[in-house]
């Protein structure tokens, strides 16, 4: 029994990650352009305050920027840029930013 609890929690958590985190690059590379101010144009920081974006893992930036626009996170300039964003924008945005290397 603890088995099939086990194996059946696996299956739901791994459909729910693969549903939030999906998206369209392109569509996230149009939406990027309010964040290349602070992270540059492709994703490369040009101040060490200001992490780079490019590579990063997608459900890392996707869950950052939840967190950024829900409140979890605090920084203020982050909070005020993702406040706006819609689920579709995140994952968009994070399918761009994990496609660059």
């Known amino acids: 029994m603890k088995t099939l609890l086990n194996l059946t929690a696996a299956v739901l958590f791994s459909s729910l990650a693969s549903v939030s985190f999906a998206g369209d690059a392109?569509?996230?590379?149009?939406?990027s352009m309010t964040c290349a101010g602070c992270h540059g144009a492709n994703g490369i920081s040009n101040n060490p305050m200001w992490p780079n974006l490019a590579?990063?893992?997608?459900?890392y930036l996707a869950s950052s920027l939840?967190?950024?626009?829900?409140?979890?996170?605090?920084?203020?300039?982050?909070?005020?840029?993702?406040?706006?964003?819609?689920d579709a924008d995140i994952a968009?945005?994070?399918?761009?930013?994990?496609?660059?290397k």
């Not at 392109?26 to 939406?31: Q, S």
């Not at 939840?66 to 964003?85: F, H, I, T, V, W």
């Not at 968009?92 to 660059?100: D, F, Q, V």
Request: proline letters at 0%.
């Open 66 to 86: 939840q967190m950024y626009r829900d409140g979890r996170r605090k920084n203020a300039m982050m909070s005020a840029m993702a406040k706006n964003l819609t």
């Open 92 to 100: 968009n945005l994070a399918a761009y930013y994990s496609s660059l």
């Open 26 to 31: 392109a569509a996230g590379k149009a939406k």
């Open 55 to 59: 590579g990063q893992k997608q459900a």
